[in-house]
């Protein structure tokens, strides 16, 4: 089955991604409320979260080693990292240890090197490997919905992940916390090569703290 996508970011008013400070508790806030099995993210996304909330000297644990028990009744979603280059060798422990976090599933491709497959092997990550050059994303999240049994997914990754889910008309519904800023040039901006034009119809436009704004759209298909 294919699980609902929904694209959850934080943004200035003129969209960019970076270049303010980011209320992380409304961004968070906003995201669980949704209720996601699973949360998406790049690995460039990924590894700069890891840079800039923790300590990337902090070694792998023998613990870390080994995939935890994931029960039935655990309502914290997974965490699915796309990576087929293999960006997150020896810093997949990070989110492992995240305390939101029930799991981490990595999706990859065929051009994955191997010895990214067999540290994820060792260690107990669970992957999916779809399509050839780069991942598959609409096969990989088809798989993610069979294999895990996820019906929601939430990407809370940066502009190029995104884009793509755009482009091949993935997503179901955008989440933005649009932020009292105009960040002007300089930095990226979400949707900015997404292809054709979508279609959105409004859902939600409800005033929060700070002079924030979250706004939800569907996505007409």
Do not use: Q
């Amino acid at each position: 089955m294919y699980p609902e996508v929904i694209i959850h970011n934080s943004v200035s008013l003129d969209h960019a991604v970076r270049g303010f400070e980011v209320d992380l508790g409304l961004h968070y806030g906003a995201l669980l409320a949704f209720e996601p099995g699973a949360v998406l993210a790049g690995s460039t996304t990924a590894k700069t979260g890891i840079e800039l909330f923790m300590d990337i000297t902090l070694p792998e644990a023998e613990a870390d080693r080994h995939r935890p028990e994931v029960r039935p009744d655990d309502r914290r979603p997974i965490c699915v990292i796309v990576d087929s280059r293999g960006v997150l060798k020896g810093l997949l422990h990070f989110y492992r240890n995240m305390e939101h976090t029930k799991d981490v599933v990595v999706l990859v491709s065929e051009t994955t090197p191997e010895e990214y497959l067999e540290y994820l092997r060792e260690r107990e990550y669970p992957f999916i490997r779809c399509g050839g050059n780069r991942v598959d994303l609409r096969g990989a999240l088809w798989e993610l919905g069979e294999r895990f049994g996820v019906s929601r997914v939430v990407s809370d990754t940066g502009p190029e992940l995104n884009n793509v889910i755009i482009r091949e008309g993935l997503a179901d519904t955008i989440s933005l916390i649009v932020h009292p800023v105009i960040v002007g040039e300089g930095e990226k901006k979400l949707f900015d090569r997404a292809g054709g034009r979508a279609a959105l119809e409004l859902r939600k436009a409800v005033p929060m703290e700070h002079g924030t704004v979250h706004l939800v759209y569907a996505v007409k298909k």
